[in-house]
């Protein structure tokens, strides 16, 4: 780990801003990570700015277009290394010894082995101070979806769920309307905001006949997919009809009505991925052909059933529990209806990064710490 002591208050301030800058643009840069940059000569910062998303220019050409001449000399504080290679744009990594850098705080190595350590090689081959590590873990925290998009081919899937002090997500009678209150759902939509795609299970849609949009006044739709290995879901659903622009996909097997796919695929941004399975839609194939699209968070609204599958396949990071102050007894479903284990001893572990009850509700924010692997 690295010893932030190494650095000064004023390194800590400025690479703090980077970071602020870079959360900008959650929700916004997949497949590329989130950065920002700020550049700073004589206790002035003269240039900062981030990646606003992919195909555009980086956080450093942002700064450094702000800087202007004054970047000669001047110390930039980056929260992921500069990139060395050609893609959509030219390599930050030239771009800053051009402009004459003097010194560069960077929070953490970049893992794509596209870039890994070239960046920073090609900087210090110049001549320019380079130092790494600084708040290395606040910049992995908050590329976690890109991280495991490169380092595993797939998503970071969250598992967010709304349910009542004695663990239903609804009634006997599958009433679910509302468990949370309208805080909590807010917050829910944030969620929607910041992810790159949202995924139920078909149960969901036939029983609450969702939009999946988000709702927030300036927010941004995520990708709609549903997993539905039989094609029950009926033509006039609301997620198949919403005037949303975002693509609504809809993850079937063989067991589908070939009748049904094609109507489906003459609706507006409705595509149908059909998987070469009996019955069951293979659920790992699925998270990692959402990387293959560039999306690299997954935001899992779907009920018990299909988060329980999720959890068997050891493919959920981290839960939002929204629980809501209210009891109802009887046999309604739990958020893990789908997952079954006999033994406490195998339970899985979470390591909770945040409670609070600023929506109403309590919310619970944790990490995965460990899952059951299984064959998918």
């Not at 590329?32 to 555009?56: R, S, Y």
């Not at 908050?142 to 380092?151: G, S």
């Not at 339970?347 to 609070?356: M, N, R, T, W």
Request: contains cysteine.
């Amino acid at each position: 780990m690295i010893d932030v002591s190494n650095f000064t208050k004023d390194d800590q301030t400025y690479m703090n801003r980077a970071l602020q800058l870079a959360a900008q643009a959650e929700g916004r840069t997949s497949p590329n990570p989130l950065v920002g940059c700020v550049i700073v000569k004589n206790n002035e910062v003269i240039g900062e700015g981030f990646h606003h998303q992919a195909g555009t220019p980086h956080a450093e050409v942002h700064a450094l277009r702000q800087a202007g001449e004054k970047a000669k000399g001047a110390t930039a504080y980056v929260t992921l290394e500069p990139c060395s290679h050609f893609g959509r744009t030219p390599p930050c990594a030239d771009a800053l010894i051009k402009a004459g850098l003097q010194r560069i705080v960077i929070a953490m190595q970049d893992p794509n082995p596209r870039v890994s350590g070239g960046g920073i090689q090609r900087l210090r081959e110049a001549g320019i101070q380079v130092e790494v590590g600084l708040f290395a873990d606040s910049a992995a925290r908050l590329n976690r979806p890109f991280l495991k998009a490169i380092q595993t081919g797939l998503p970071y899937l969250i598992y967010k769920a709304a349910l009542t002090l004695d663990g239903k997500i609804a009634t006997e009678t599958g009433d679910s309307r509302w468990v949370s209150n309208e805080a909590s759902r807010h917050f829910a939509h944030k969620l929607r905001n910041e992810l790159d795609v949202i995924l139920v299970g078909s149960e969901t849609v036939l029983k609450d006949d969702p939009a999946l949009t988000c709702r927030l006044p300036e927010g941004r739709d995520p990708v709609r997919v549903i997993v539905d290995g039989a094609l029950r879901i009926p033509l006039e659903a609301q997620v198949l009809s919403s005037l949303s622009s975002v693509p609504c996909i809809i993850a079937t097997s063989q067991a589908a009505s070939p009748q049904k796919v094609e109507r489906l695929k003459e609706l507006p941004h409705v595509e149908v991925w059909q998987y070469p399975t009996p019955r069951h839609v293979p659920l790992k194939q699925l998270l990692l052909d959402f990387v293959a699209r560039g999306w690299n968070s997954v935001l899992l609204e779907g009920g018990g059933g299909l988060a329980g599958a999720f959890f068997r396949l050891g493919m959920v990071d981290e839960i939002e529990f929204f629980i809501a102050p209210k009891l109802i007894g009887g046999k309604g479903p739990s958020p893990l209806s789908g997952l079954r284990i006999d033994k406490m001893a195998e339970a899985i572990p979470l390591a909770i990064e945040e409670v609070s009850l600023d929506t109403g509700d309590l919310r619970v924010r944790a990490r995965v710490h460990r899952t059951t692997q299984a064959e998918d």
